[in-house]
């Protein structure tokens, strides 16, 4: 069993930004690949950025490159989504997830454990 627990949603205003953390915990062995989802209301989750704890190769989602940045510590064994520039549709609740697989996956049944979630919201 893996646990994944995020922490830092809230409110921020458009243009702002926010730093979301998943602390990862249990047999983790085996499991190289963490990505950040989100799920609007209404709508389907969906991948947003991912890294790989061995070397650190990120992947995003075309709407967030240049403003949402992935990140690792290995130390800690947490995994990090900077949020900047943020805009009232990144609002939504953002969902931390681990997978067995290679190859950059970004699709949610390639993850094997996920996070409760943590909701940011965005105001215009």
């Known amino acids: 069993q893996v646990q994944l627990v995020e922490s830092g949603g809230g409110l921020v205003q458009a243009g702002g930004s926010l730093r979301l953390s998943c602390s990862v915990s249990?047999?983790?062995?085996?499991?190289?690949?963490m990505a950040w989802f989100r799920q609007a209301p209404g709508k389907e989750r969906e991948f947003v950025a991912g890294?790989?704890?061995?070397?650190?190769?990120?992947w995003y989602i075309n709407s967030v490159k240049g403003r949402f940045t992935i990140s690792r510590d290995n130390g800690k064994n947490t995994v990090y989504l900077q949020m900047n520039s943020a805009r009232p549709e990144d609002t939504a609740v953002y969902y931390c997830?681990?997978?067995?697989?290679?190859?950059?996956?970004?699709?949610?049944?390639?993850?094997?454990?996920w996070g409760q979630g943590t909701q940011v919201t965005v105001s215009s």
């Open positions: 997830a681990t997978s067995r697989r290679l190859g950059r996956p970004v699709s949610t049944w390639h993850y094997d454990y």
């Open positions: 249990g047999r983790t062995v085996g499991f190289d690949t």
């Open positions: 890294i790989s704890w061995s070397d650190g190769n990120t």
